[in-house]
């Protein structure tokens, strides 16, 4: 059932992403976020509810609630426009948390600690943007780049891994994992690329007019 709720994890993401690049407004991704969220605290409860007290389903069910949690507050977040700065700090305690898991998994699933680290670089993004208001990193523009980031990466990471988890075919060697990493810094530096793009081109014309005057003067 956890795979399930990841294969619509993706989508969200990547909705998500174009929220976050301009292309796609902010009350019309509400409903999707609200959707995935409320599935990924309903589909966990229930799996807990009959566990038994299993360990292993239990640990494999209650990471669920950090992204649920996450889509249902951005979800109000979009529709009532409500202060992000506490959901900010939130995305610092699920980066915290997904890194342990990350770092956890480097042993017995490389693939998938490259796809823990990955959630933990975006969730520490929203936590510098939304918690500290930070929006800027050097020329790079983080809301631009954060949106690219997980357009890149949000379906790599949680739609296919899901559709190869429900079809039996994942695999967990070395080879794979370090095929993930590679992947991972390129997305990266795709994304610095395509921020600077799109970015500017959000600049209104005169204000650009300004900018290229200033780096000329430089």
């Known amino acids: 059932m956890g795979n399930v709720g990841l294969l619509f994890v993706g989508v969200v993401l990547l909705v998500n992403g174009l929220v976050a690049i301009g292309v796609v407004d ?29 360990l292993a389903v239990v640990n494999a069910a209650w990471p669920s609630y950090l992204f649920g949690f996450t889509y249902l507050w ?50 520490s993004l929203f936590f510098v943007m939304l918690g500290l208001g930070v929006t800027r990193a050097g020329r790079v523009d983080l809301g631009h780049f954060t949106g690219w980031f997980v357009i890149l990466l949000g379906i790599p990471t949680c739609t296919v891994p899901a559709l190869l988890l429900l079809n039996g075919v994942w695999t967990t060697s070395a080879a794979v994992g370090f095929g993930a990493l590679v992947v991972l810094v390129i997305a990266t530096a795709l994304s610095v690329a395509l921020a600077q793009r799109s970015a500017r081109r959000n600049v209104p014309a005169d204000l650009r007019a300004h900018e290229s005057a200033a780096d000329l003067r430089v």
């Open 26 to 54: 902010g009350r019309g991704a509400a409903p999707l976020n609200l959707f995935v969220g409320s599935a990924q605290i309903v589909v966990p409860t229930l799996v807990l509810a009959q566990s038994g007290g299993d």
């Open 74 to 123: 951005f979800g109000f977040i979009q529709i009532f426009g409500i202060d992000a700065r506490g959901f900010g700090w939130y995305c610092s305690f699920v980066a915290v948390v997904v890194t342990f898991l990350a770092i956890k998994s480097v042993g017995t699933d490389p693939v998938f600690a490259v796809i823990w680290a990955t959630w933990a670089i975006i969730w």
